[in-house]
């Protein structure tokens, strides 16, 4: 995808967030998210406040989480969770049409952390969202190749991931097929694209993962 393509994305699932966060009543902005630790009022808050982050005010931040990227991400969250629902709404629609990226921010980054957070809000919700194919296709490979903070080379190190629905591959191993929108949601880490997969290597995910949650 072109930037203008991007941009174009982002500005239509902020405003289409935007609208969805405004329906929503005092008990759904309290569900908990796909981003473990958090609400789905943090993730909005999260949302809101990235298209206003500037360089001085990451800087104080950072040094207040003592240089912890996650610890920043999750300070800045919860503390503007706290503000107004209405607020939040107001912000992230606001948001769409800004051309600002935060700090260290790329603008691929940037369409994978509305399109996966759209997600992280909607599934919980039992709300479904479709993603623009080829958006979702760009975010996908941009996150199996991004390094930190999802790893999802390492992570998904053995199996080879097919989109269903589109042209898209990465990887070698084991078979994980699926819609472009799950596999976008397994490299970012949720759990929550695991029924939506089949084939061997899902089969195999599935189980470890059940492994891993059994408590000894």
């Known amino acids: 995808m072109d930037e203008a393509a991007m941009w174009q994305v982002i500005d239509e699932e902020r405003a289409g ?21 958090w609400t789905v009022r943090e993730v909005g808050a999260h949302l809101s406040l990235g298209p206003r ?3 001085r005010r990451v800087l104080v931040e950072a040094v207040k989480a003592r ?18 629902a209405g607020e939040l ?3 992230l629609r606001a948001a769409s049409g800004s051309r600002h990226l935060a700090p260290g921010q790329k603008l691929a980054d940037c369409l994978m952390d509305v399109l996966v957070h759209g997600q992280d ?4 919700l039992g709300i479904d969202r479709p993603q623009p194919t080829a958006a979702a296709r760009a975010a996908a490979e941009h ?3 991004r390094g930190f903070p ?17 042209d898209w591959t990465a990887g070698t191993g084991r078979e994980l097929r699926g819609p472009i929108t799950a596999l976008l949601l397994l490299v970012s880490g949720r759990d929550a694209a695991l029924p939506h997969l089949t084939g061997p290597g899902a089969d195999a995910l599935r189980e470890a993962r059940s492994r891993r949650s059994v408590t000894p």
């Not at 809000?121 to 919980?124: E, Q, S």
């Open 67 to 84: 240089g912890g990227f996650d610890r920043m991400v999750d300070r800045t969250a919860r503390r503007e969770a706290l503000r107004p």
């Open 150 to 166: 999802f790893h999802a080379q390492r992570r998904l190190r053995g199996y080879r991931l097919i989109a269903t629905d589109t």
């Open 143 to 145: 996150t199996w190749n």
């Open 121 to 124: 809000i909607a599934i919980p």
């Open 53 to 55: 982050m500037g360089l």
């Open 17 to 37: 967030l935007a609208d969805l966060l405004d329906r929503l009543t005092p008990g759904q902005w309290a569900t908990p998210s796909l981003c473990a630790g």
């Open 89 to 91: 709404v107001a912000e």
